[in-house]
């Protein structure tokens, strides 16, 4: 603990953007009305997936954490790690965090509820493929589609350095687990490893006690 | 990770028009087999190299508009797979062959977490496989950080929109809707005809 509050000492720009635990009420699902909400919320961002989806991190975080209180900003730094180490697209958090918004509500629930937030969450952007596939041919040209995809590769570049900086705040409480994750990081870009291998050994490490939180 | 093959070893054999039944098995052994990793080599390996849906040029076509639109992009590619050949249905039911199995085991993982994550030793160890997911997560920007280093209007803009989401926390909609036009209308081609360089990346 000592160590922990040395380490925020040391770095103040960490401490100042790491939430307090949230004591806001956490949302009920099993209202009609909350739950249109939280699915209109998904559908809404589906569109703004740009870059293979990972962009919408930091929006994720931003409605379970702080704005539904769904989950503890540590389960939510947990489910993105699970999701990341799950076989399958990694967009599948998505489905986790439904699934936290109802836990309170019982298993049953919780998996209606993320089913539903992972339909939500790909069912516009599933449609606007299907037209993009259809009419492609017309649109591949056009200066629109030249604009967007010069355009938005930027913006890509600049929120995944977010989405990378925020997931790094909300993970790494210590010096070791910052070291850790600079590491892993070293390591994602300069070899051909598997990252479960990073994450199995990370894992030893926490389960032997080195990375306290 | 594994990369996308520029040349597969190619009969020039194509079977046109899966079925609805066989575009969702051919979705479902490309997710289950991709268990290690490396979906997008394990797509082309399966629709291009064994079940001979597409060319190898049909499938990087369809990777370029996967990476263009929104969403993921190897779901996109299932949706673009399955809507090539039998439009709406063909994309649902493509999504539903890539999705069933790996969904299903995420959904028992997190009902394990949800039951059991206070126990102290299942919290020690995630809080390591969380350091090394951070890691994962910082890495992502680093690995496209290339194809901008040399034009600085990208960095300036990916400055912009880092400042405006770390440090000024906007939200990602009103980031995307500001800076957006502006990018756009930096990059509106000159002459909109000529063909883009990365086409075929």
Redesign the interface.
């Given at each position: 603990m000592i160590a922990a509050n040395g380490f925020q000492a040391l770095f103040p720009l960490f401490a100042a953007?790491v939430p307090a635990e949230s004591v806001c009420e956490p949302m009920r699902l099993n209202d009609l009305g909350n739950l249109l909400q939280v699915i209109s919320t998904f559908l809404g961002?589906?569109?703004?997936?740009?870059?293979?989806?990972?962009?919408?991190?930091?929006?994720y975080h931003?409605i379970s954490v702080d704005q539904y209180c769904w989950l503890t900003p540590t389960?939510f730094?947990?489910?993105?790690?699970?999701?990341?180490?799950?076989?399958?697209?990694?967009?599948?958090l998505v489905?986790?965090l439904g699934?936290?918004a109802a836990?309170r509500e019982g298993?049953f629930w919780?998996?209606v509820s993320?089913y539903g937030a992972?339909l939500a969450i790909?069912l516009p952007?599933?449609?606007?493929?299907?037209v993009?596939?259809?009419r492609?041919n017309k649109m591949r040209?056009?200066?629109w589609?030249?604009?967007?995809?010069?355009?938005?590769?930027?913006?890509?570049?600049?929120?995944?350095?977010?989405?990378?900086?925020?997931?790094?705040v909300?993970?790494?409480k210590n010096p070791?687990?910052?070291a850790?994750?600079?590491?892993?990081?070293v390591?994602?870009?300069r070899s051909?490893l598997?990252?479960?291998w990073?994450?199995a050994?990370?894992?030893?490490?926490?389960?032997?006690?080195?990375?306290?939180? | 990770?594994t990369e996308i093959n520029p040349n597969p070893n190619l009969s020039a054999r194509i079977v046109p028009n899966p079925t609805l039944r066989q575009l969702f098995l051919g979705m479902l052994q490309v997710?289950i087999s991709?268990?290690?990793?490396g979906?997008s080599a394990w797509s082309q390996r399966i629709v291009v190299e064994q079940r001979h849906w597409m060319t190898n040029e049909q499938f990087l076509?369809?990777l370029t508009?996967?990476?263009?639109?929104?969403?993921?992009?190897?779901?996109?590619m299932a949706?673009?797979i399955g809507?090539?050949f039998r439009?709406?249905s063909g994309?649902?039911v493509a999504?539903a062959g890539?999705?069933l199995?790996?969904?299903t085991?995420?959904?028992m993982?997190?009902?394990l977490?949800?039951s059991f994550?206070e126990l102290p030793?299942l919290d020690?160890?995630?809080?390591?496989?969380?350091?090394?997911?951070?890691?994962?997560?910082?890495?992502?920007?680093?690995?496209?950080?290339d194809?901008?280093w040399r034009?600085p209007?990208?960095?300036l803009?990916?400055?912009?929109?880092?400042l405006?989401?770390?440090v000024a926390h906007w939200?990602?909609?009103p980031?995307?809707l500001v800076?957006?036009p502006l990018?756009?209308?930096?990059?509106?081609?000159r002459h909109?005809?000529s063909?883009?360089p990365?086409e075929h990346s």
């Open positions: 953007v961002l589906s569109l703004f997936a740009l870059g293979g989806g990972n962009t919408l991190i930091t929006e931003h389960q730094a947990d489910l993105y790690a699970l999701a990341e180490a799950a076989p399958g697209p990694s967009s599948m489905g986790l699934m936290g836990w298993p919780a998996l993320a992972e790909l952007s599933t449609l606007l493929m299907v993009a596939c259809l492609w040209n056009s200066p589609r030249i604009a967007f995809e010069r355009g938005l590769g930027p913006i890509t570049l600049g929120i995944l350095f977010a989405v990378g900086y925020k997931i790094l909300l993970a790494d070791v687990a910052l850790i994750s600079l590491v892993v990081c390591l994602m870009l051909r598997s990252p479960l990073f994450m050994i990370a894992g030893l490490l926490g389960g032997l006690g080195m990375v306290s939180r | 990770m997710a991709a268990f290690g990793g979906l076509a369809g508009v996967a990476r263009l639109f929104p969403g993921p992009n190897q779901i996109n949706v673009y809507a090539s439009g709406l994309a649902l999504l890539m999705l199995v790996p969904f085991l995420l959904m993982v997190g009902l977490y949800f994550h030793l020690r160890i995630l809080a390591g496989v969380v350091a090394a997911a951070a890691g994962m997560a910082l890495s992502m920007g680093f690995r496209i950080l194809t901008y034009d209007m990208a960095l803009l990916a400055t912009a929109t880092f405006a989401m770390a939200r990602l909609v980031v995307v800076i957006g990018a756009m209308a930096w990059y509106w081609p909109p005809a063909p883009t990365e």
